[in-house]
C-alpha cells in the first residue's frame, strides 16, 4: 500500500489498528491533508480476542459483518473448572473477527475516503522540538503539523515523547486453536468465559467459524500463572485434544486520569492512551472513540496558527475516563470476589439482561454497579 512520494502532510498517524484508521478516516472525510503508517506489510496479525461488542459496531456508519466470523448470542460460562452455565439473549452481543481482516478492512474505508496509506514503514526517529513534527523511518523522512500515536500498547510515539511513564499493564495469551468439527458445531452463536483460574483475570473461547480463539487476562503480576491458567481453561471446556495454529501474548495497557495524552503538536489515541477496559481488557470501542474525538479537535486546530491539543486531553477525561474508573471498581472488586460475579449472572436475569445491554450499548457500567448494590461502599473505596 505504498501510495505517494509526498513527504509533507497536515497530520500524520502512526498504527493502522481501529484508533489510526478510523483517525485517519474521519480527517480524510473533513478534506485534511493525512498519511498513516504502518510498520508491517497489510494485512498483519494482530494478537487479539478479535471480539468486537454491538455497541463498537454502533460507532462506525459503515458495516463489519462481512468480515464477522460468528455472531454471538449468548454465553457459556465456568467458575474453577465445575460450576458452570449457560445464557442466551435474543440480540447480538459480540462479532467475532480476525484482526487481520478487520483492520484491514477500516484500512481500506481511511484510503477510500482519502488517507495516504503507507505500510512496511517503521518510524524510526520522532523531533517534535521545532514547530511542526519531523519523522524518520525505514525507508523515508516525513514531516506534519500534527503527529497522531495509534501504535498500541508498546508505543513508538509514547516513549520517543515521554509520555505514558509508569502506565499499569494487564497481559493475555491468546491462541487460535483447530478443533474437531463437532466441537465447532457446540460453540455457534456462543463464546465462552472462564472465571477462577487467573486471579484478577479470566478466560475466554470465541468461536471463528473454522477455528475457536482461545485465552487468559489478568494483571501483570501474574503473568508467570498465564500458561497454567490457558491450560486449566482448555481443561474446563474439554478442549484439550487440539491443535495449535498460533499462539502469542499481548499487554493491555490501562490509563489513570490525569496521565498526560498528549504533547504540543502531538496526542496518543487507543491502546498507545492506555485506554484499555480494566475489567474486560477489551480496547477497541476506546480507540475507535479516542480517534472520533481526536478527529474536529484537529480539523479545528488546524484552521489556527497555534497548534494545542490539551482540547483532546480534556475530552477524553470527560468523555471515556468515567466509564473506565468504574470498570477500575467492578475489576477490582472481580479480583476479590469472582465468585460474587458468578454466582449474581448465573442467578439474576436481571443482571445478566443488564451485561447485554453493555455489550450492545444499551446500558452503562454503571448499571452493573447498581445490580451490585450492597457492595457499594466497597466499590466506591476500590475505585478510587
Not at 520517543?160 to 502506565?167: E, S
Not at 468465559?193 to 501483570?220: A, E, M, N, Q
Not at 491502546?271 to 484499555?276: C, E, H, I, P, S
Not at 477490582?332 to 453493555?358: H, M, N, Q
Request: glycine letters at 10%; a positive charge; one cysteine or more.
Amino acid at each position: 500500500m505504498k501510495d505517494t512520494t509526498k513527504r509533507s502532510y497536515d497530520v500524520i498517524v502512526v498504527g493502522t489498528g481501529p484508533a489510526g484508521a478510523i483517525l485517519g478516516y474521519e480527517l480524510a472525510r473533513k478534506g485534511v491533508d493525512v498519511l498513516i503508517l504502518e510498520k508491517e506489510r497489510l494485512p498483519r496479525h494482530k494478537p487479539c480476542a478479535g471480539g468486537i461488542t454491538v455497541k463498537t459496531a454502533k460507532l462506525l456508519d459503515f458495516d463489519i459483518r462481512p468480515v464477522a466470523r460468528d455472531v454471538v448470542h449468548g454465553a457459556k460460562a465456568v467458575y474453577k473448572g465445575n460450576r458452570a452455565f449457560s445464557r442466551s439473549y435474543t440480540k447480538p452481543l459480540v462479532y467475532m473477527v480476525m484482526r487481520d481482516e478487520f483492520d484491514y478492512l477500516l484500512a481500506q474505508r481511511a484510503r477510500e475516503a482519502g488517507a495516504v496509506l503507507i505500510d512496511d514503514e517503521k518510524v524510526c526517529e520522532i523531533d517534535a522540538t521545532a514547530p511542526g513534527v519531523n519523522i524518520v523511518t525505514t525507508h523515508n523522512a516525513f514531516t506534519a503539523r500534527i503527529l497522531a500515536g495509534a501504535d498500541g500498547a508498546r508505543s513508538t510515539v509514547a516513549f520517543n515523547l515521554g509520555l505514558m511513564q509508569g502506565i499499569n499493564f494487564g497481559i493475555g495469551l491468546e491462541a487460535e486453536i483447530s478443533v474437531s468439527s463437532q466441537r465447532l458445531v457446540q460453540w455457534e452463536r456462543l463464546m465462552g468465559l472462564s472465571l477462577g483460574h487467573i486471579r484478577g483475570g479470566y478466560g475466554w473461547v470465541f468461536p471463528k467459524k473454522d477455528h475457536l480463539s482461545v485465552g487468559v487476562g489478568g494483571p501483570l503480576r501474574q503473568a508467570k500463572r498465564l500458561k497454567s491458567g490457558y491450560r486449566a481453561l482448555l481443561k474446563s471446556y474439554d478442549l484439550e485434544s487440539h491443535s495449535v495454529i498460533r499462539l502469542k501474548s499481548h499487554y493491555l495497557p490501562v490509563r489513570r486520569k490525569g496521565m498526560a495524552i498528549q504533547s504540543k503538536q502531538c496526542l496518543l489515541l487507543g491502546d498507545a492512551a492506555g485506554l484499555v477496559d480494566p475489567l474486560t481488557g477489551e480496547g477497541i470501542y476506546n480507540a475507535i472513540r479516542s480517534a472520533q474525538i481526536a478527529a474536529p479537535i484537529i480539523s479545528q486546530c488546524l484552521q489556527t496558527d497555534n497548534v494545542d491539543l490539551r482540547a483532546y486531553e480534556g475530552a477524553v477525561d470527560r468523555e471515556i475516563m468515567p466509564e473506565l474508573k468504574v470498570a477500575r471498581g467492578l475489576a477490582r472488586l472481580f479480583t476479590w470476589l469472582p465468585w460474587l460475579y458468578f454466582g449474581a449472572i448465573e442467578k439474576s436475569d436481571r443482571l445478566w439482561r443488564a451485561c447485554c445491554r453493555v455489550l450492545r450499548g444499551e446500558e452503562t457500567y454503571a448499571t452493573i454497579k447498581q445490580k451490585l448494590e450492597p457492595f457499594d461502599g466497597l466499590f466506591d473505596l476500590l475505585s478510587i
